[in-house]
């Protein structure tokens, strides 16, 4: 099993620029999420899906949209890149609570991005 | 709001030393506490996972504990290696049915271990 996979690895955008962040999970699971992560401020939630089909917003939504194209895969849009959004971007899958180690989070390894 | 500090920010210590990391969290009503290891350049690694009933959870040399009334936790490293050497974070996750597992993470503890 690969686990949680993301792509690309690192990326420079332009402000205004538009890119997807791409997200693949192996292993079955429900919930899907993404984290931005920045220095002093932690990981904070952008949004998340509980389920397939379904999306909702985390902590810090502004700028971003996603997409649960499937069970495995949920991407993560900016549409108009801004210098804020420079960070480094987490997905993470959970499993069935109360199913095996349904309640632990499985981190991907982060894509860099940095707007000019 | 749930708000989740860790202390110490950064922590060094000689190879072989047991030590202490420190996360508490301002509202008690969690579902469970996780631990968490990152290494540079890298994604996180879950580590130890305690629900809200539990009182401590153990895997190899590290053990968390949890006292939920009083909002805190501690992962303790016993004889602790190089390897060792990495960002710890905790995650509360809140209780409530609603809450999908969405995590609050504090902003870790960087820990080196040194020969």
């Known amino acids: 099993n690969a686990g949680v996979t993301q792509t690309p690895k690192f990326q420079v955008l332009k402000t205004g620029q538009s890119m997807t962040l791409q997200c693949a999970q192996d292993?079955?699971?429900?919930?899907m999420y993404w984290y931005r992560q920045d220095p002093g401020m932690g990981l904070r939630l952008i949004y998340y899906?509980?389920?397939?089909?379904?999306?909702d917003k985390g902590e810090v939504p502004n700028g971003y949209n996603v997409s649960r194209l499937n069970k495995r895969e949920f991407s993560l849009r900016l549409e108009s890149a801004a210098p804020s959004q420079t960070s480094v971007y987490f997905c993470?899958?959970?499993?069935?609570?109360?199913?095996?180690?349904?309640?632990?989070?499985?981190f991907g390894p982060g894509t860099r991005l940095l707007v000019l | 709001k749930q708000e989740v500090t860790q202390i110490p920010a950064a922590l060094s210590v000689p190879e072989g030393e047991n030590l202490v990391l420190n996360c508490s969290f301002t509202d008690s009503a969690i579902y469970n506490l996780q631990w968490f290891r990152q290494d540079p350049g890298k994604g996180l690694t879950s580590l130890l996972l305690?629900?809200?009933?539990?009182r401590e959870q153990t895997s190899g040399r590290l053990n968390a504990s949890l006292d939920k009334s009083s909002g805190r936790s501690t992962l303790y490293i016993a004889a602790s290696q190089p390897g060792d050497s990495a960002t710890y974070l905790c995650?509360?996750?809140?209780?409530?049915?609603?809450?999908?597992?969405?995590?609050?993470f504090g902003q870790g503890t960087i820990l080196t271990v040194h020969p």
């Open positions: 305690i629900q809200s009933s539990q």
């Open positions: 993470a899958s959970r499993g069935i609570p109360g199913q095996g180690t349904g309640e632990t989070q499985y």
């Open positions: 292993m079955n699971h429900n919930s």
């Open positions: 899906s509980a389920s397939e089909g379904t999306t």
């Open positions: 995650a509360v996750r809140p209780a409530g049915g609603t809450s999908y597992g969405k995590l609050t």
